[in-house]
């Protein structure tokens, strides 16, 4: 098991910023990729940013591209979110999940693929 406890959501205006934050428990954090994925009200979870676990390779959903940065610091067994010029489309629960180590430096973006998954925090954005 590898405990996820997402942090850092709130209420900001459209072009505001925020930062997310996933602490996982563990010493072999570095070996797993990492992903975010949200659920607006109404609609089915969706894949937000992905990061390998070696080498840190990125990939993002075409409606954060550009806005978004997903980073992590293995040091701290820490995962991350930066969100920038948040749009009201962006209003969701954000999500973390993590993938058990299976060979490889990959990143993944489906659902199906991940492990683990955190409770999720609440990201409101106001028009």
């Known amino acids: 098991q590898v405990p996820l406890v997402e942090s850092g959501g709130g209420l900001v205006q459209a072009g505001g910023s925020l930062r997310l934050s996933c602490a996982a428990s563990g010493r072999t954090f570095s070996n797993y990729a990492m992903g975010w994925f949200r659920q607006a009200p109404g609609k089915e979870r969706e894949f937000v940013a992905a990061?390998?676990?070696?080498?840190?390779?990125?990939f993002y959903a075409d409606s954060v591209k550009g806005r978004f940065t997903i980073s992590r610091d293995n040091a701290k067994n820490t995962l991350y979110l930066q969100m920038n010029s948040l749009k009201p489309e962006d209003t969701a629960v954000y999500y973390c999940?993590?993938?058990?180590?299976?060979?490889?430096?990959?990143?993944?973006?489906?659902?199906?693929?991940?492990?683990?998954w955190g409770q999720g925090t609440q990201v409101t954005v106001s028009s």
């Open positions: 990061i390998s676990s070696i080498g840190g390779t990125t």
């Open positions: 999940a993590a993938r058990a180590p299976r060979g490889g430096d990959y990143y993944y973006l489906t659902q199906k693929e991940y492990d683990y």
